[in-house]
């Protein structure tokens, strides 16, 4: 499986919004659960949202209202629309199949204030 991420190379703004892709190939992506990590600089690597194969969704905390994923089974891709982006939420994101040991080199998101 490979997992090509992108969307975050431009500096955004406070209170911008970004939208990143991650395509993936293989053919069980339609029935991976799909999510959407984050590593800050000095931080760990968190979780920031997850969607399964039927569109159910679930966010940490930190971005629940700002940040919404979806996923387009037929073009094998994941998205995650970022709004009213802060500071805090720079770090590469990487998209990762649940329950797998597959992960993308990841895109960068910078947010400055």
């Known amino acids: 499986v490979q997992l090509q991420a992108s969307g975050g190379e431009a500096l955004c703004s406070l209170g911008g919004s970004l939208r990143l892709s991650c395509a993936a190939s293989?053919?069980?992506?339609?029935?991976?659960?799909m999510s959407w990590y984050r590593r800050a600089p000095g931080k760990q690597r968190e979780l920031v949202a997850t969607?399964?194969?039927?569109?159910?969704?679930a966010y940490a905390d930190a971005v629940k209202g700002r940040f919404t994923i979806s996923r387009d089974n037929a073009k094998t891709t994941v998205y995650l629309q970022m709004n009213s982006l802060k500071p805090e939420d720079t770090a590469v994101y990487y998209c990762?199949?649940?329950?797998?040991?597959?992960w993308g080199h990841g895109t960068q998101v910078t947010v400055s204030s």
């Open positions: 293989g053919s069980k992506f339609s029935t991976n659960v």
């Open positions: 969607i399964t194969s039927g569109g159910d969704t």
């Open positions: 990762h199949p649940v329950a797998t040991p597959f």
